[in-house]
């Protein structure tokens, strides 16, 4: 399938494969059943990130974990939930194995200790994870990397190169036969890097990380909805991104890591790194692919690239996207709370047309 994209004349249109979202936090319980419907109607499948509170470790847990998103999942929806192993000093490699052995999870997920939102648990020393990824890499799993330096002393908006330059080149060297995925990449440089390593490691790229830079926290006041992890960088690294998504090349793909907090958690003294896209994600790449005249790569950045990637078929069915203008409600209320959406109370160009299964 090729994407079909509208003679001129009339509103442009585009019609791609139906496309999944390699970087989702779904959470649990009722911001589960809340959240899920919006990533459902847009994505046949996504990677589920697995930092929930205690984070879900083994077989087991993960196993519990996909069954609760099933369960909350409304009828009529045919989502696939694609889930991972949240890595720690005590995972065991037999343990590893066995869950990719039985698909019960597809890929591990690597947070450095603090890194991020209930990444507490993560990894403290990734040198001593060599057994783990000495098996991860003798049975093709990949590794999925939150990719930021945690040192208090490293300047927020250098901790992801410093971590590339110090943690992920030498990791390379060391497991040369390892699939990795960089995730929610903001620099040029880490750009640059995954194209030297592009025969076994890609990189997800955010909605939000195309369309603000880091001036944009700051416009007006504090904008607390627009703080995530990694934070936006400068101008010139959200242009970069912008020409690696929309570029063609096969190591990119679409990554959302839309991410619920409730705006109690976001406005507060000590605010969460997280910006929910749910409600908005297809529309928002559509903006930026329509911006760089690149509608014709859209669909392999977000439906064909990430499932190569891993090894799995391509969906089937169709999204449908039109440049009609639609407004974006601007919370979704959840329990005694609500979460902010991105770009929520705004006018988005693009609308999702229709969707076929």
């Not at 409600?329 to 609500?338: A, C, F, H, K």
């Amino acid at each position: 399938m090729s994407s079909a994209i509208s003679p001129s004349g009339g509103p442009r249109s585009v019609t791609i494969r139906r496309p999944d979202d390699w970087h989702i936090h779904l959470r649990d319980g009722a911001m589960l059943r809340r959240v899920l419907p919006f990533t459902a109607a847009q994505f046949a499948r996504g990677i589920v990130m697995p930092n929930l509170v205690p984070p879900v470790t083994t077989v087991a847990a993960v196993a519990a974990y996909r069954r609760r998103i099933l369960d909350a999942l409304p009828a009529g929806m045919d989502f696939q939930p694609m889930m991972t192993c949240y890595l720690t000093d005590a995972t065991a490699p037999d343990e590893i194995a066995r869950g990719f052995e039985s698909r019960t999870w597809i890929a591990a997920k690597l947070y450095p200790a603090g890194a991020t939102t209930n990444a507490h648990h993560g990894v403290t020393d990734i040198a001593a994870l060599a057994p783990v990824l000495e098996r991860m890499e003798g049975i093709g799993m990949p590794l999925l990397i939150h990719g930021e330096a945690t040192d208090p002393e490293v300047d927020i908006f250098d901790r992801e190169e410093r971590f590339m330059d110090q943690v992920l080149v030498p990791l390379l060297a060391r497991h040369q036969g390892l699939k990795v995925v960089v995730e929610h990449v903001t620099t040029a440089e880490t750009a640059d890097l995954v194209r030297a390593h592009a025969s076994r490691v890609a990189a997800t790229i955010t909605p939000h990380h195309l369309m603000i830079n880091r001036t944009s926290l700051f416009q007006g006041g504090l904008r607390p909805h627009l703080y995530c992890l990694p934070v936006a960088k400068r101008e010139r690294h959200r242009l970069a991104l912008r020409r690696a998504a929309t570029g063609g090349e096969a190591c990119f793909f679409l990554g959302t890591d839309t991410a619920p907090h409730p705006r109690a958690a976001k406005q507060a003294a000590c605010g969460c790194a997280g910006i929910f896209l749910g409600p908005v994600a297809l529309q928002c790449y559509a903006q930026v692919f329509a911006e760089e005249n690149a509608l014709d790569r859209l669909e392999a950045f977000a439906s064909e690239n990430g499932a190569r990637f891993h090894g799995l078929a391509l969906n089937e069915g169709t999204v449908t996207l039109v440049e009609r203008p639609e407004r974006v409600i601007d919370s979704l209320p959840v329990g005694e709370d609500e979460v902010v959406v991105f770009r929520g109370g705004e006018e988005l160009p693009w609308s999702i047309e229709g969707v076929r299964q």
